[in-house]
């Protein structure tokens, strides 16, 4: 089903078993939350999350009465897929109870929510959506409808401020205005420089990722060199991150596993591990030494060339690496 269609009945007749997915957690989030309001269950709800899901206890709550009187949401959040046998049972013991609500965010990839659409078939009492990413105007109308509502006098180049700062981030933007309505009057630019934390690192990580899996890096580069970060910065964090990925690369040839906190002293989360992982072992140790002489090759022109000059070598240098991969 389209947003638009979700929406209208959302607010017509929403459906009681609903499957979410896709790129848009501020807006899956944002539903979720309506649903809980319109049910009144924030006390009542039962949520599982990931591997806490369990199949004889969502059946169970779904098959009793709710303690408070009212109705029984259950919300399920992971990354992996429900046997359909189970999902059937649950939307089955949804159907027998117009009190009763079931909603299954499921945070893995979209092609693989697919086997998950039968069981929500309008004919089975159920509902499905995808949500893609917003584009820049639509996350910015979306933040100016937010600011309106909380009374935020914020206009919209500012939001647009706010966005680059945190990388086009719907979720964590939306966080950051509830956080500046406790100002008053205006909010300006100046105030997001000086309230708001950047997140060039998080959007560099993104950027050395595409970069090592030979994807297009020009307009990641132009985000970060808009956030205020130099190209200095770019090639110090290029280098630490090849040094990882080196480190990653031995580990696994004498350990024959990937383990971040015996690596690098601490852990890292798993989906982040298992992708530096799977590229650390996808360059050869002599490729990586190639990128290491690259790197200090470009710091050293860019030290001894002009400011004008250090983009262009900054883009010279990556289509080089690129080329060694």
């Known amino acids: ?10 607010h017509k007749n929403p459906p009681r078993a609903i499957l979410l997915y896709g790129d848009n957690e501020y ?4 539903y979720i939350q309506h649903y809980i309001n319109i049910t009144d269950t924030s006390n009542s709800l039962l949520t599982l999350y990931f591997d806490d899901y369990s199949f004889d206890k969502a059946k169970r709550y779904l098959s009793q009465t709710s303690l408070f009187g009212g109705a029984n949401m259950l919300i399920i959040k992971r990354d992996k897929k429900i046997p359909k046998k189970e999902l059937d049972i649950l939307i089955s013991l949804v159907n027998k109870n117009i009190d009763s609500f079931f909603i299954f965010h499921f945070k893995g990839k979209a092609s693989s929510a697919k086997s998950l659409q039968s069981s929500f078939s309008p004919k089975n009492g159920g509902n499905w959506v995808r949500l893609f990413e917003p584009n820049i105007n639509q996350s910015i109308n979306i933040l100016y409808k937010k600011s309106m509502e909380i009374g935020l006098d914020i206009d919209h180049s500012t939001l647009q401020h706010l966005m680059l700062l945190l990388n086009n981030n719907l979720e964590l ?6 956080k500046l309505a406790i100002l008053k009057g205006r909010v300006t630019s100046k105030d997001i420089d000086r309230l708001v ?14 970069l090592f899996e030979n994807r297009p890096i020009i307009k990641k580069v132009n985000q970060i060199l808009d956030l205020g970060e130099d190209e200095f910065y770019i090639v110090r964090s290029t280098e630490f991150f090849v040094n990882q990925l080196f480190l990653f690369h031995a580990y696994f ?5 990937i383990d971040s906190k015996a690596i690098l002293g601490y852990k890292l989360p ?7 992982g799977v590229l650390s072992l996808k360059i050869k140790s002599s490729t990586l030494l190639k990128i290491y002489e690259s790197l ?11 400011s004008i000059d250090r983009e262009s070598l900054l883009y010279g240098a990556f289509i080089k690496i690129q080329s060694f991969l």
């Open 253 to 257: 040839k004498l350990n024959g596993n």
């Open 270 to 276: 798993k989906d982040i591990e298992q992708q530096k």
């Open 197 to 210: 934390y950047s997140t060039a690192p998080l959007a560099i990580e993104d950027l050395l990722v595409d």
């Open 1 to 10: 089903m389209y947003q638009r269609e979700f929406e209208n009945l959302l």
């Open 173 to 178: 933007s939306a966080n950051e205005l509830n």
């Open 296 to 306: 200090f090759e470009l710091e050293i022109e860019m030290k001894k060339s002009s």
């Open 27 to 30: 807006t899956i989030n944002s």
